[in-house]
């Protein structure tokens, strides 16, 4: 355990200098300095983060990437912020920080390292195990970005590629350090990347608090403790009036990876619309539309109203870079020829028809946006107090605050509207989860600084006794669901059982077929995710489900049947039998299975406890290992 703490470890330290390097080596040339330390540290980190993948995604898709559209936001910044008079600095002096800063930055770095392999590392049985589905997810597309060179979500090693956009900042940065590094992906992704994302977080935060006032000790932990911030969840609300799935403000970025730069760039939006910049500040906002494809027309739509309504410099600049920003998106991936994203994610024009011819999703529709307007008012109304409070006090920037409670109330307005009334029902529900609860977050940040300081000694420390006792129900409760995914994943299989498999599959090839889930929901998990501790034993791990799905009963809901039976047509396995029937070359799926693993060269199978091998697979196997835990059987497939 030590042993993988210090090289993850150390690849987040030198990977926080490069991006720091490069960041640092932009603003010289950009002549932009600044002596406050942390928003040094922040501005260079975030910047070098941001650069590194927009140039490495370019690079290893050969410009077939939608991060080349980061070109329009960072030039129309740069026509903004250039000024020809400035002087340059010497470069030393850009990128010097003091020993302090540091060690402050090695200490969030060992403790987010060290805190994230502890939930890796099962101290029983001296292995790691895997976290949920969705992280392994994540490292699997990374390694896919690495392996394909195409941008996509959709894991197909078999050449019928179908790419889909899905939010890729994080996943490119565990892309990149996974090829410069060699190492594990999913150890890169859940300890170095987090941690070096937790870094420029907790000084993002820090920069916010040292706009106000200086910096105290006490911040320092806070701002420490600022990625596990977790909201109250509240099950006695009636899912009738309330998202039963929604936490009462926010959710925190150490567990939700997604998360990461959503906060990291509304924390730099705020600090310009602090320091009374909203031009910047709303442009900042853009590259999220690369970032993640779900907030493409929230962002770009709010920022479009905004400009109306506020008065603000550079507005048709403004207004120019979220609109092109929003057509290159648009463009891409529907001119792309290796994209075909509009045909499982219908156009609006034909949402908007489902919607409103028909009465059910228009209820359904209807339902969502009432359940947003009520969660709307509940999330509000503690910041509206607080609010009126500080305004009464006559102690705030009424502008810069203003401004910005606007533009939080109008990224919620549209995301809602938006999400509703094309009855996309899961996105609807997860409406905090992909905008509104990291914008959230960096509201109730900005609210809870100005009123702790323009509070008095007993008060003021009131309040962050307060705080802190936030910071530890937050901290116990992202270890105690940490620890319940970990001791899920540690109880599903013995240890001997992983043992044998990682001995296998280090001597067998990435390709192996499985055979298992009869239910839709699964099947959607399973097609991403196979066997989550696989990618703990070995990169570019492709299992591909090899049964017909023809049998699985779909979901009832109106809102999920057309998708999930789109997703069913697209599963590899099921697409192979259809051109074998098209060729009349079908005979059965037990010998199209043969076929398909043959053709493929898969070299193992994985099947559930219940599964039943047919005889024509029985005659290709060479050994098989069954797990005592839970009956899955590991097939070694003869050569």
């Not at 999330?379 to 607080?386: A, H, L, S």
């Not at 109880?491 to 498999?501: I, R």
């Not at 799926?589 to 219940?610: C, G, P, W």
Request: aromatic share 16%.
């Amino acid at each position: 355990m030590i042993e993988t703490l210090t090289i993850y470890f150390a690849v987040a330290v030198i990977s926080s200098i490069i991006f720091y390097s490069i960041g640092g080596i932009v603003m010289n040339i950009l002549k932009l300095s600044t002596d406050n330390p942390y928003l040094k540290l922040f501005t260079n980190l975030l910047t070098g983060m941001i650069l590194s993948v927009m140039i490495y995604s370019i690079v290893i898709t050969c410009f077939n990437t939608v991060m080349i559209g980061l070109l329009i936001p960072i030039g129309f910044i740069l026509s903004i912020i250039i000024k020809q008079y400035r002087k340059r600095e010497r470069l030393i002096e850009t990128m010097r920080i003091s020993p302090g800063i540091i060690l402050l930055c090695l200490i969030i770095l060992l403790l987010i390292s060290g805190f994230n392999l502890y939930f890796l590392w099962d101290t029983n049985n001296h292995i790691l195990v895997p976290p949920e589905d969705d992280k392994v997810f994540y490292a699997r597309v990374a390694d896919y970005l690495n392996y394909s060179r195409i941008e996509s979500s959709y894991l197909d090693y078999f050449n019928n590629n179908r790419p889909e956009p899905y939010h890729y900042f994080e996943i490119w940065l565990t892309a990149l350090l996974g090829r410069f590094t060699g190492l594990n992906t999913l150890l890169i992704q859940q300890i170095s990347i987090n941690s070096i994302l937790s870094l420029a977080l907790s000084f993002g935060a820090l920069t916010l608090v040292n706009h106000f006032k200086k910096v105290t000790f006490i911040d320092i932990i806070i701002c420490l403790l600022f990625p596990f911030f977790i909201g109250i969840k509240f099950p006695f609300i009636p899912h009738q009036l309330f998202h039963r799935f929604d936490y009462y403000f926010f959710l925190n970025a150490a567990v939700y990876q997604k998360y990461f730069i959503i906060n990291l760039l509304v924390l730099a939006s705020s600090y310009f619309f602090m320091t009374k910049r909203p031009d910047i500040a709303l442009i900042i906002l853009l590259p999220l539309c690369f970032f993640n494809f779900a907030l493409l027309v929230s962002i770009t739509v709010s920022v479009v109203i905004f400009c109306l309504v506020i008065k603000t410099e550079n507005r048709i600049r403004i207004i120019l870079a979220s609109l092109l920003s929003f057509v290159f998106i648009m463009l891409f991936y529907k001119l792309n020829l290796r994209t075909d994203v509009m045909l499982e994610n219908p156009p609006i024009p034909s949402l908007l028809k489902d919607t409103l011819t028909s009465y059910s999703n228009t209820i359904i529709a209807f339902d969502i946006n009432a359940k947003n307007f009520v969660q709307l008012i509940i999330t509000f109304f503690p910041f509206v107090i607080v609010f009126i409070y500080l305004w009464k006090k006559g102690t705030i920037d009424s502008y810069s605050l203003k401004t910005l409670t606007f533009l939080v109330l109008l990224l919620f307005t549209i995301s809602s509207i938006e999400w509703s009334i094309f009855t996309k029902k899961v996105n609807s529900i997860q409406l905090f989860y992909n905008l509104s609860v990291p914008i959230t977050s960096i509201f109730f940040f900005i609210i809870s600084i100005l009123f702790i300081f323009r509070l008095k000694n007993l008060k003021r420390y009131l309040a962050y006794a307060f705080l802190g006792i936030w910071c530890g129900y937050c901290c116990i409760y992202s270890s105690k669901g940490l620890n319940n995914t970990k001791e899920e994943s540690t109880n599903n299989y013995s240890p001997e059982y992983l043992k044998s498999v990682n001995n296998q599959i280090i001597k067998l090839s990435n390709q192996g077929g499985y055979m298992g889930y009869k239910n839709h929901k699964n099947i959607g998990y399973m097609a991403y995710s196979y066997k989550p501790f696989l990618a703990l034993i070995k990169n570019n791990i492709n299992i591909i489900l090899i049964e017909e799905t023809k049998d699985i009963t779909p979901e009832t809901d109106s809102i999920f049947l057309s998708q999930q039976k789109t997703f069913l047509k697209v599963l590899i396995f099921n697409r192979y039998i259809e051109k074998q029937k098209a060729n009349n070359t079908f005979i059965t799926e037990e010998q199209s299975r043969i076929d398909f693993i043959k053709e493929n060269h898969l070299n193992f199978v994985i099947a559930d406890k219940n599964i039943v091998i047919d005889s024509l697979l029985q005659k290709i196997i060479d050994t098989t290992f069954i797990d005592p835990n839970n009956g899955e059987k590991f097939i070694v497939l003869k050569k």
